[in-house]
């Protein structure tokens, strides 16, 4: 398995135990010289907080783990492509690489509505489809589940 293999089985681990929290199933990871800073799901039910994406946790625990609110050189991997908030957050985080499994079709910050090509001062390297058929398949036995 490769590195973002191995990184992206971390992210899906926490989305399952967002899944099992009745949360939707997004994990992410946040990684900085092959090394895990933070690992994160969404709890925005338990939270009772719109903005407790898995993406924006993740980043606030790494940031507190270096003592920087900015994160040059941090990798995120995420299991779906994240929503508009979640790119522009990566975007002030000052994150270096992205890397998605399943694109976002309603939502998604990155392909969809293009949040990072309209950033002036910070460019995120982005790559997408690393587990894609699993990510797809937990978030949509979510959704079925919900209809």
């Given amino acids: 398995m490769g590195t973002d293999e191995y990184f992206m089985s971390v992210a899906i681990e926490e989305a ?10 997004v994990g ?25 994406h898995a993406e924006i946790e993740a980043m606030r625990e790494a940031a507190k783990k270096i003592g920087n609110w ?26 270096e690489k992205l890397i998605y499994g399943a694109k976002e079709e309603r939502w998604g ?10 950033s002036p001062n910070h460019k995120i390297e982005v790559v997408s489809g690393v587990k894609e058929e699993e990510c797809k398949k937990i978030i949509k036995r979510f959704f079925e589940g919900k209809r």
């Fill in 109 to 118: 910050g990155v392909e969809k509505y293009g949040i990072f090509k309209q």
């Fill in 16 to 25: 399952l135990k967002a899944e099992e929290e009745g949360e939707v199933p």
């Fill in 70 to 95: 900015r994160l040059p050189g941090v990798w995120l991997y995420v299991t779906i492509e994240p929503c508009i908030m979640c790119a522009s957050a990566m975007i002030h985080f000052r994150i």
């Fill in 28 to 52: 992410a990871v946040c990684v900085y010289k092959n090394e895990i800073l933070s690992r994160a799901h969404n709890r925005v039910i338990a939270l009772k907080d719109a903005t407790a």
